[in-house]
């Protein structure tokens, strides 16, 4: 989106005069601000302003909305599954083109841990983030309304594997938003619940470094929450997680943030893939031995030129991402009129992560931050990155709103099968009766 956006702008008398046009493939029509979906997660920011219309913000472009199946640059060809495929029974469409920008990003990645993939939910999506939100809370109610023991216990113990920016933050933010939540329920006390975050080094954090990688660990552990390392997850089968310590712990909630890999695209192209399976570039983000097509993003194994280590690649975090979708525009379009393409140099600024309301760890610029000034920094940097001044004002409106009034405890995973009431209403019958009732 943030190359689209920029292309639009640097070749408008071509995009004006139609002697060029800039397609872009996308399965959502709508562009996803990850580093929000922790706090969208907490309540903090409605889904809505987590994401970005591509249509209001591209409006210069061509928006198809499907999946590149496969790309054949040698014919310059990309194969869409467009979301009216399956209707219409023709099949995906072909589209040309003269520049390809390939930016598809990452996905999970899983390891054959057994019951992962029945059991466990990733945290990359805004549908994981507020699936996840739901989840939590309905479990609480579970365990609020149960009069097993052993139903209540793994109803409120969640576990979090992986402790990165995204298992970190994710856990931070949701341990946070259930402690709140938890006083508006008769029978469950904060320490009633049980959050394990597994992480198989012995660090989490590694983007704040060390010291602060340290901190955060103190903080949540001052928190209650069991910060496991050296530590991996063998098995959730039958929703037990089963650890490589030798805890076990009965729980409804599995959540996997346990590193990515490149996205499924690029293995059906014929472009250059490293071991890793990322698309080999070079500085100037042009895909290694070929003309006309460039990459970026966490799927392009960029070198990255301001490190003294020989060999390395720019790590796959946003903030590669989005300078680097700068630098593809401005190739691109040097491209089109001839001009020469320009090399991506970026030294890592360091990071801010949140550790829920309030509470923050940062490494900037060689700035060691902990606790509400880390928080702050965290929340001005990102409200800075998030696309379009519409987004901007939306988060900080509600961030201030929230700052007023009390923070939302509602959980509505009935939207998640809008249709159950209507098929109950329409003669799908009373749900099943199940044991006779009991007092209380
Ligand atoms: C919870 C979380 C928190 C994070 N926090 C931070 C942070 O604080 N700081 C930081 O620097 N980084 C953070 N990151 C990492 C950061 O979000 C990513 O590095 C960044 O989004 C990568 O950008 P990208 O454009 O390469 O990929 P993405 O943002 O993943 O975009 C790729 C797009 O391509 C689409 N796509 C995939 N396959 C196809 C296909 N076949 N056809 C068409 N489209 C396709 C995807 O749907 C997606 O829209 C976080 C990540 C997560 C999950």
Known sequence: MYTALRLQRKLKTELRAGTAEITVVAPDPYMTYQPFLPEAAA???????????????????????????????????????????????????????????????????????????????GFKTVEEAIGLRNHVIEQMDIASSTRDPAVRDAALTFVVVGGGYAGVEALAELEDMARYTARYYHNIRPEDLKWILVEASDRILPEVGEEMGRYAIRELRSRNIDVRLETRLDSCENRIAVLSDGARFPTRTVVWTAGVKPAPLLAATDLPLNERGRIECTAQLRVAGTDHAWAGGDAAAVPDLTSREKGKECAPNAQHAVRQA???????????????????????AGSV???????????????????????????????????????????????????????????????????????????????????????T
């Open 353 to 439: 992560a949140s550790l829920g309301l309030h509470k923050g760890v940062a490494h900037v610029y060689g700035r060691k931050l902990k606790g509400y000034p880390a928080w702050f920094m965290h929340r001005a940097y990102h409200l800075s990155r998030v696309p379009t001044f519409n987004r901007k004002a939306r988060v900080l409106a509600e961030w201030t709103l929230a700052g007023l009034f009390k923070r939302e405890i509602v959980s509505l995973g009935s939207l998640e099968h809008p249709r159950a009431e209507f098929e109950i209403a329409a003669g799908g019958g009373p749900p099943g009766k199940g044991p006779a009732p009991q007092d």
């Open 326 to 348: 700068k630098v593809l525009a401005e190739n691109v379009a040097a491209a089109v009129r001839g001009g020469e393409p320009v090399e991506y140099r970026h030294s890592y």
């Open 43 to 121: 309540g903090n920011i409605s889904p809505r302003h987590v994401v970005v219309p591509l249509r209001r913000v591209l409006d210069k472009c061509r928006i198809v909305i499907g999946e590149a199946d496969r790309i054949d640059h040698a014919h310059r060809t990309a194969t869409v599954t467009t979301l009216a495929s399956p209707e219409d029974g023709t099949g995906a469409i072909r589209l040309t083109y003269d520049e390809l920008v390939i930016a598809p990003g990452s996905i999970s990645r899983t390891l054959p841990v057994p019951g992962l993939a029945d059991y466990a939910i």
